[in-house]
């Protein structure tokens, strides 16, 4: 009986991701198809990239999949991951009141955080060190304004999907990834009111946590299921994933 249950515990991975990838929907549409494929059970951890980030140094993880691409290539710089291999993307939005009283409505998301600062416009971040919080840092900052000199930001240090209703319910603009925008059902009078730049783009990324770091590492059945996210069945299993009809994520290969 132990040597079955060592052998069960072998065939399991735990993956520390971000929350967007479980509040998309996205985990419970793939893992099926990879545990089927090749009996590998995956327990997901879903948190924010940079607790991700910090589970993996502990060595509490096998796998980051995270969407911080600076600090995922610091993660392997600092010999903490194996290698960084793309796995899909998609955009953030920023959302906000129909009325739009900022009138941010538009495609510049640097503009748009001007406006929100200089109306004093209630806004939420998610203030959690994930990789849209580090996103929506690098737009204020280029838009050369320091976010908490508006006295209605709000940091929640919490998931999407709290952000997204703490906004729905007090009527402020907050940044989100669109996957988990998609997923969302308590939308209140939240509308998309600035996408398509370019600066907007969210990209995901595998590492597989060091084994000569953390010798516990399954270092074998993590990189199968690397290999499988980025190699035509993940790949093409992304591509084919649906909310409403309308893709979430796009993979890699379709750059």
Same mark, same amino acid.
């Given at each position: 009986?132990?040597?079955?249950?060592?052998?069960a515990?072998?065939? #399991?991975?735990v993956?520390?991701?971000?929350?967007?990838t479980?509040?998309?929907?996205?985990?419970?549409? !793939?893992?099926?198809?990879?545990?089927?494929?090749?009996g590998i059970?995956?327990?997901?951890?879903?948190v924010?990239? %940079?607790?991700?980030l910090d589970l993996?140094?502990?060595?509490?993880?096998?796998v980051l !999949?995270?969407?911080?691409?600076?600090?995922?290539?610091?993660?392997?710089?600092?010999?903490? $991951?194996?290698q960084?291999r793309d796995?899909?993307f998609?955009?953030?939005v920023?959302? $906000?009141?129909?009325?739009?009283?900022?009138?941010?409505?538009?495609g510049?998301?640097?503009?748009a955080?001007?406006r929100?600062?200089?109306?004093?416009?209630?806004?939420?971040?998610?203030?959690d060190? #994930?990789?849209?919080?580090?996103?929506?840092?690098?737009y204020w900052?280029?838009? %050369?304004?320091e976010?908490?000199?508006?006295?209605?930001?709000?940091a929640? %240090?919490?998931?999407m999907?709290?952000?997204?209703n703490?906004?729905? %319910?007090t009527?402020?603009?907050v940044?989100t990834?669109?996957?988990?925008?998609?997923?969302?059902?308590?939308?209140?009078d939240?509308?998309?009111?600035?996408e398509?730049?370019?600066r907007?783009r969210?990209?995901?990324?595998?590492?597989?946590?060091?084994?000569?770091?953390?010798?516990?590492?399954?270092a074998?059945?993590?990189?199968?299921?690397?290999d499988? !996210?980025?190699?035509?069945?993940g790949?093409?299993?992304?591509?084919d994933?649906r909310?409403?009809g309308?893709?979430?994520?796009?993979?890699?290969?379709?750059r």
């Open positions: 009986m132990a040597a079955v249950a060592a052998v515990q072998a065939q #399991s991975i993956v520390a991701s971000t929350t967007s479980e509040q998309s929907g996205l985990f419970r549409y !793939l893992l099926p198809r990879f545990e089927a494929a090749t059970a995956v327990k997901v951890v879903a924010g990239t %940079g607790q991700a993996a140094r502990r060595g509490d993880a096998d !999949l995270v969407h911080d691409r600076a600090a995922e290539e610091r993660f392997v710089a600092d010999g903490w $991951g194996v960084r796995v899909m998609n955009d953030f920023l959302v $906000g009141p129909q009325g739009d009283p900022a009138r941010v409505r538009g510049d998301i640097v503009e955080l001007r929100i600062a200089e109306q004093r416009a209630p806004f939420v971040s998610r203030g060190r #994930s990789g849209t919080h580090a996103a929506e840092l690098r900052a280029l838009a %050369g304004v976010p908490t000199s508006n006295g209605a930001y709000r929640c %240090g919490c998931g999907g709290p952000a997204l703490i906004a729905a %319910g009527g402020a603009y940044l990834d669109r996957g988990t925008w998609l997923a969302f059902r308590n939308r209140a939240l509308v998309v009111l600035v398509g730049d370019r907007l969210n990209e995901y990324g595998v590492i597989l946590v060091n084994p000569a770091r953390h010798p516990h590492v399954r074998v059945e993590g990189q199968r299921f690397i499988w !996210l980025t190699g035509p069945a790949q093409a299993a992304i591509a994933y909310i409403n309308e893709p979430v994520f796009f993979p890699a290969a379709r």
